[in-house]
């Protein structure tokens, strides 16, 4: 081979090798859609304090989705950034701490009530689908609902499948606040939010098994009495944990609202908290965690999320008191994360307020 022959094989080669390179280098970082981009990978623990998000995700429900993504979802609306309600915002994470905002639940308002926001969601993933159940009301209304809706993707768009009862169907007042939990072969809705009338409580009914309906609504059972809303339960060991939110939700750096904790050897109760107080009755339970000096209103919990060296986290909202309200007027209630230890069997926060110090996350 002479020295031109060489030099010009030298330079072929060069230029293959430098087309591969760049059909490789733009499959991987253009190509739409690409699978490599989207692949969580696994995380480790960082620090960080609150919120883990803002400027709102009031009463957030959080899943851990089949794409390995943690999805969060919070009550319609306003931000106040001039994109005007969003109906059930969408966020997403793979720590539980840093979150990006995906789009909204609905592209539609269900139309099955005339008027009112949805509130207060509760997704769960279902035979290969995710169920969104969802509060339908106003404030002050006399006739909520609930209703729920599926979607192939956790980042939705969630096509509604209709009305699973209104109040006066099912003869509770202020219906909302809907809470899933199966349990064997049977399916349960939890649902109720404060009220001063007798017949007002935290209930349960059981769910057809294709949980678009109840199979029958004679048959509730009252869990909590009226003075709880935002059920959420965690069964861990021999017990069934009941979290529930007291006080006022919204009333910006006035807000009261806390969390408190009773347990049950049964799903369906009875619910006793730590002095032995049954929650059917007003006033019972044992205190998680109230506001603080900086954060007013800590509540509506999330379900709790086990990170992979088995600790527990928390994830509720909260009102920074210093920024308590959003431009269009509604209380900021930002996204909160707390670490829960466990101590004889229940459920401790430190110091039982939002914490406020740098600290180590979870990992997963």
């Not at 509760?122 to 609902?145: E, H, M, R």
């Not at 009261?256 to 006793?272: D, E, F, I, K």
Request: proline share 6%; net charge neutral.
């Amino acid at each position: 081979m002479t020295i031109k022959q060489f030099q010009t094989l030298r330079k072929s080669a060069i230029s293959y090798a430098c087309l591969f390179l760049l059909f490789s280098a733009c499959s991987k970082s253009s190509a739409p859609g690409n699978k490599e981009e989207e692949k969580p990978l696994p995380t480790q623990p960082v620090q960080f304090n609150n919120p883990v998000f803002e400027p709102v995700l009031a009463d957030p429900a959080i899943i851990k989705a089949a794409d390995g993504w943690f999805y969060g979802y919070g009550t319609e609306d306003n931000w106040g950034d001039g994109q005007g309600n969003r109906l059930v915002p969408v966020i997403r994470s793979l720590d539980l701490i840093k979150w990006t905002v995906v789009g909204n639940a609905f592209t539609t308002k269900p139309q099955w009530k005339t008027d009112g926001g949805i509130w207060a969601p509760d997704v769960v993933f279902i035979d290969n689908k995710y169920y969104l159940y969802y509060s339908y009301s106003v404030w002050g209304d006399t006739n909520p609902g609930i209703g729920v809706a599926i979607a192939n993707s956790p980042a939705g768009p969630f096509v509604d499948k209709g009305k699973l009862f209104l109040s006066n169907e099912v003869g509770v007042p202020n219906t909302i606040d809907p809470f899933y939990f199966a349990e064997a072969d049977k399916k349960y809705l939890f649902f109720g939010s404060y009220s001063t009338a007798l017949n007002q409580g935290t209930y349960a009914v059981e769910l057809a098994d294709d949980g678009f309906s109840v199979k029958n609504l004679a048959n509730k059972v009252k869990i909590a009495a009226g003075d709880f809303e935002a059920v959420m339960i965690h069964k861990r060991n021999n017990y069934y944990y009941f979290f529930g939110s007291k006080g006022s939700c919204c009333n910006g750096s006035a807000s009261t609202y806390q969390v408190r904790v009773a347990r049950s050897t049964s799903l369906l109760g009875p619910y006793l908290d730590k002095d032995g107080r049954s929650i059917i009755e007003r006033g019972n339970g044992t205190l998680l965690i109230s506001g603080s000096d900086k954060y007013a209103g800590p509540g509506h919990n999330s379900r709790i999320m086990t990170d992979k060296n088995g600790a527990d986290w928390l994830l509720y909202h909260a009102i920074l008191k210093s920024n308590p309200i959003v431009p269009g007027g509604a209380s900021r209630r930002t996204l909160m994360l707390d670490k829960i230890n466990w101590v004889g069997d229940w459920p401790v926060i430190e110091n039982e307020i939002p914490g406020d110090i740098l600290r180590k996350g979870p990992e997963f």
